[in-house]
């Protein structure tokens, strides 16, 4: 799996656009980048994910670079219920009967979103 | 459909005390797994299993028994407790280990460990 970097927190204020980045510079490639969310007190549930370009849900936007070296997750308009743990997450796209595609999370990017 | 089911979401324990920690998805997925995290960390992955009478380990199994008699089903056991098992433990499932597929997580247990 391709090892991820993304910054460990971040801080904005409710009504402006959020752009987290994360780094993954050795990625494969047959791998998707997959975005997870985590609220306090709950599980991870997901958020978005893309191949290349831009991919974009009713949640957020996921826009990648032609060399696909790292990706940024965009979340528009960040309310309150917003501030989260938002995890970042590069895997090969085939299935694997070995569990070798199991999900490594990291510690994410902390977000808190200010009123 | 309820999703990923887990109970109970609070459990105290004693050192040396053992119990089971229980997981339940009613989506017909194949693959499920238990993660644990610590305050200030990440998910780490304990077991998994990619189906029914499968079964294997993942980063931190050390401590932990798994069994996967039904497609529903994947209990987590604690052996003898010891106090850096307190954590929270989330159950995952998905409907194969295709990492494009949606991993769905349970609300967690919360466990203590004294």
């Known amino acids: 799996l391709a090892k991820t970097t993304q910054p460990i927190s971040m801080d904005s204020y409710e009504g402006q656009e959020v752009n987290i980045t994360c780094s993954h510079n050795n990625i494969a490639t047959n791998d998707y980048i997959t975005w997870y969310q985590q609220f306090p007190s709950q599980g991870p549930r997901f958020i978005i994910q893309?191949?290349?370009t831009k991919v974009t849900n009713e949640v957020a936007s996921l826009f990648i670079p032609a060399d696909r070296k790292s990706s940024t997750l965009s979340l528009p308009r960040v309310s309150l219920s917003d501030t989260a743990v938002y995890y970042c997450?590069?895997?090969?796209?085939?299935?694997?009967?070995?569990?070798?595609?199991?999900?490594?999370f990291g510690t994410g990017t902390r977000l808190t979103v200010i009123p | 459909n309820a999703g990923v089911t887990q109970t109970p979401k609070f459990q105290v324990l004693k050192t040396g005390q053992s119990m089971t920690l229980q997981c339940a998805q009613d989506m017909n997925h194949e693959y499920m797994s238990w993660y644990r995290q610590d305050p200030g960390m990440g998910l780490r992955l304990i077991h998994y299993?990619?189906?029914?009478?499968?079964?294997d380990q993942g980063e931190v199994p050390n401590g932990y028994n798994v069994s996967r008699s039904t497609t529903e089903d994947f209990p987590l056991r604690l052996l003898s407790a010891a106090p850096s098992q307190t954590s929270v433990y989330f159950c995952?499932?998905?409907?194969?280990?295709?990492?494009?597929?949606?991993?769905?997580f349970g609300p967690g247990t919360r466990l203590t460990v004294l």
């Open positions: 995952a499932s998905s409907y194969s280990t295709g990492f494009t597929d949606t991993q769905y």
């Open positions: 893309g191949y290349k």
């Open positions: 997450l590069v895997g090969d796209m085939y299935f694997d009967q070995t569990g070798a595609n199991n999900l490594f």
């Open positions: 299993s990619v189906g029914a009478g499968i079964t």
